[in-house]
């Protein structure tokens, strides 16, 4: 069965700085890769998603994320975080016709 | 385009009552909809899935008499909540997979609906 995990709760950084959030996930065949942010209250906005092709994915709000097979991860970046960033992020996983699995999420928290 | 709605957005209701939940695929049908519970600062967990036109799916654990869910046309599912209790209470969102999306990849999510049962 597929699954996400993602290993940090919350990170705190400061404006302007950079940002990486890991995410790991399971899944015996070619996965389905996702990331979301929910603010406080509100659904949850796609950043960006992987199929296939380029590993390196470009995403909505200046969002990037990078697919390793070999590490089996989807960490997410941002070259610059800017204070309305902070949020909670979930990486997710799917696969064709099936229903998606949600990592436990990170809470990003902006220093100004 | 992809837009899924939710209604209400926010519900209260008393112990042992029942409250419905809708979720619209707005430009778009949905052969399958999909309704996810998130407790405060937690992650989401699916409930279940439902088809167009057949009984849902749920998942381990999810009553299925306590949570109805209704898939009657290709663009709304309801959920109903039956004879709340305040532990039910929660943030409720409903996905939704395009028709046209062969892939079978891709889900559109709704804004949510916050449940507080008093």
């Known amino acids: 069965a597929q699954s996400v995990t993602q290993p940090d709760i919350h990170i705190t950084v400061s404006e302007g700085a950079s940002l990486e959030l890991r995410c790991n996930y399971s899944?015996?065949?070619?996965?389905?890769l996702f990331w979301y942010v929910q603010s406080p209250g509100q659904g949850l906005q796609l950043l960006l998603k992987?199929?296939?092709?380029?590993?390196l994915v470009q995403g909505i709000k200046g969002f990037e994320a990078e697919f390793k097979r070999s590490q089996s991860s989807f960490n997410l970046r941002k070259p610059s975080v800017h204070w309305s960033d902070a949020a909670e992020y979930f990486c997710?996983?799917?696969?064709?016709?099936?229903?998606?699995?949600f990592g436990a999420g990170t809470r990003l928290t902006v220093k100004p | 385009g992809a837009v899924v709605s939710q209604h209400p957005s926010r519900v209260i209701c008393k112990s042992g009552t029942s409250v419905k939940i809708e979720c619209r695929s707005l430009?778009?049908?949905?052969?399958?909809m999909f309704w996810y519970r998130q407790f405060p600062k937690q992650s989401l967990m699916l409930m279940a899935t439902?088809?167009?036109?057949?009984?849902?799916?749920?998942e381990q654990g999810v009553e299925k008499d306590k949570f109805l869910i209704n898939h009657a046309s290709l663009t709304l599912s309801t959920l109903t909540v039956t004879s709340a209790h305040p532990e039910d209470s929660s943030f409720y969102i409903c996905?939704?997979?395009?028709?046209?999306?062969?892939?079978?990849?891709?889900?559109?999510f709704g804004p949510g609906t916050r449940l507080t049962v008093t």
């Open positions: 996905s939704a997979r395009d028709l046209r999306d062969t892939g079978l990849l891709e889900q559109y």
């Open positions: 899944y015996g065949a070619t996965p389905y």
């Open positions: 992987y199929f296939s092709g380029d590993t």
């Open positions: 997710a996983v799917g696969a064709r016709g099936n229903d998606m699995r």
């Open positions: 430009d778009f049908q949905a052969t399958t």
């Open positions: 439902s088809n167009e036109g057949s009984k849902a799916t749920y």
